[in-house]
């Protein structure tokens, strides 16, 4: 692979038992890194359940340790060409698991539908599920104006950023999102808290129904960040990944 490819920095990469049988990429959120999934990690390397998993979590462009450039137009363009680059280097020979928390959910979901076959399943924590009539909704966008407002208030020069403001306008707020989801054919399961304002949890029973044969969702404790309430489920829903490809052999 050449080496000016556009990729992603991998930040952890472990088996516990050193002979994997399922490969999980996590992506996280705005504003953020791959930090975010420390504790997460932590906890599914303790089950035993799960020691048959590669566990790899990777910062996106314009975050953490990857690149930042302001050639890049941080929208799905780079992340996706970013992202598959660096997971075509991973050299899998297993089915693979991407997880997306927040910002990441967008991602991973479009990765999915742009890779077809690539990937064996899809978990979407704390998906923001917006539709075209939320985008266009003046209190929505007064809500937008809110979240920007908090993340200013921890870090205030993240707002002068163009990976940031980017990551809003060409991906979180992109029109096709829930289209998307509605059309995506990879198995897929949301998990959220039930007092998280920022993903428009109202409109996941109708995306449930709308696209049941693909999307299941799971509603737990908690608001947006990856809290136990979210992680235990994520444990035991890669349990049940794990188990079906001791069925499937």
Not at 97 to 115: C, P
Not at 126 to 133: L, N, Q
Request: proline letters at 3%; charged letters at 25%; a positive charge.
């Amino acid at each position: 692979m050449s080496n000016n490819k556009l990729k992603l920095t991998k930040t952890h990469d472990s088996c516990i038992s050193n002979h994997p049988r399922l490969a999980v990429v996590m992506i996280h959120g705005i504003a953020s890194d791959s930090s975010t999934y420390d504790h997460a990690i932590k906890y599914l390397n303790e089950q035993k359940s799960l020691s048959d998993i590669r566990l790899v979590t990777f910062d996106l462009l314009g975050s953490g340790k990857s690149p930042k450039d302001d050639s890049l137009n941080y929208d799905y363009k780079d992340q996706l060409e970013a992202l598959h680059n660096s997971i075509e280097e991973l050299k899998l020979n297993v089915p693979l698991v991407l997880i997306g928390h927040s910002l990441g959910t967008f991602i991973v979901t479009r990765y999915a539908d742009t890779f077809k076959k690539s990937v064996n399943k899809l978990v979407l924590i704390s998906p923001p599920v917006y539709t075209e009539k939320d985008l266009t909704n003046p209190a929505f966008e007064m809500g937008i104006k809110m979240f920007r407002d908090a993340v200013s208030i921890r870090n205030r020069k993240v707002l002068e950023e163009k990976s940031f403001n980017n990551s809003m306008d060409k991906i979180v707020l992109n029109r096709r999102n829930y289209k998307v989801l509605t059309e995506l054919t990879t198995p897929t399961v949301m998990i959220y808290g039930n007092m998280d304002q920022l993903i428009a949890s109202y409109n996941i029973p109708r995306l449930v129904k709308q696209n049941s044969r693909h999307i299941t969702a799971i509603q737990t404790d908690g608001r947006h960040g990856i809290t136990r309430d979210k992680y235990t489920v994520l444990g035991k829903i890669l349990e049940e990944s794990l188990n079906a490809q001791t069925i499937n052999r």
